[in-house]
Nanobody
Framework: QVQLVESGGGLVQTGGSLRLSCAAS????????MGWFRQAPGKEREFVGS????????YYVDSVRGRFTISRDNAKNTAYLQMNTLKPEDTAVYYC???????????????????WGKGTLVTVSS
């Protein structure tokens, strides 16, 4: 089992940047595919992007590709979401999630994930 804690959210102006961190407990962090999701008010939770277990392959949805970057440091049991050129439509609670299920697919659905953090709020003002 793994526990996830997000940090780094806050208020930022349009065009600004934030870096979210996701700290994981446990000794097997490298065995988890990590995903970032977000949920805006009144909307369903949506997939943002993901990173593979060890080789740091990543995937991003179209709306954030080129602006967001996911990375991980397995030695620190931490995943990151660097968000640049933020837009008001990026406003949401951001969640990191982990899955140890067999497979290498990086296009993830919330139902694929086994563990979730509690989220961190990102607000982008116009």
């Amino acid at each position: 089992q793994v526990q996830l804690v997000e940090s780094g959210g806050g208020l930022v102006q349009t065009g600004g940047s934030l870096r979210l961190s996701c700290a994981a407990s446990g000794r097997t962090f490298s065995s988890y595919r990590m995903g970032w999701f977000r949920q805006a008010p009144g909307k369903e939770r949506e997939f943002v992007g993901s990173i593979a277990r060890r080789y740091s392959s990543t995937y991003y949805v179209d709306s954030v590709r080129g602006r967001f970057t996911i990375s991980r440091d397995n030695a620190k049991n931490t995943a990151y979401l660097q968000m640049n050129t933020l837009k008001p439509e990026d406003t949401a609670v951001y969640y990191c999630a982990a899955t140890a299920l067999i497979g290498d697919n990086l296009v993830l659905h919330p139902d694929d994930m086994e563990y979730w953090g509690k989220g961190t709020l990102v607000t982008v003002s116009s």
